[in-house]
């Protein structure tokens, strides 16, 4: 039997993945997402089961922690990436010290 629907979401995903590992490859990085982004995402629920300030106080924590992380890394915030280029800003999707990985190799 074919799957050609899951073969599509698995080749998505790992697209995804990698370009989330392409983006983050700052060990400081890398770890604080590890704490941001549960904490941001915890701030959803506390929306609605608690006082809305704790809510609000684990996204602003959460992305702020986020943003930490890509200033040490040297990349933009994935979330504002789409924001810049729409305005036709300057956008550093990976890392300068890590894009030689991605250039050509110079010509002999």
């Known amino acids: 039997m074919s799957f050609p629907i899951a073969r599509a979401l698995l080749r998505f995903a790992n697209r995804a993945r990698n370009n989330w590992l392409d983006r983050h490859q700052t060990p400081a990085n890398f770890w604080i997402h590890l704490i941001g982004i549960p904490v941001a995402v915890a701030g959803v629920p506390l929306l609605f089961l608690t006082d809305w300030y704790w809510g609000i106080g684990a996204l602003v924590l959460g992305y702020f922690l986020q943003w930490v992380g890509h200033r040490i890394e040297g990349n933009d915030v994935g979330e504002?990436?789409?924001?810049?280029?729409?305005?036709?800003?300057?956008?550093?999707a990976i890392a300068p010290q890590h894009t030689?990985?991605?250039s050509a190799?110079?010509?002999?």
């Open 80 to 92: 504002f990436i789409p924001i810049k280029r729409a305005l036709g800003l300057p956008v550093v």
């Open 105 to 108: 190799p110079p010509a002999p």
């Open 100 to 102: 030689a990985k991605y």
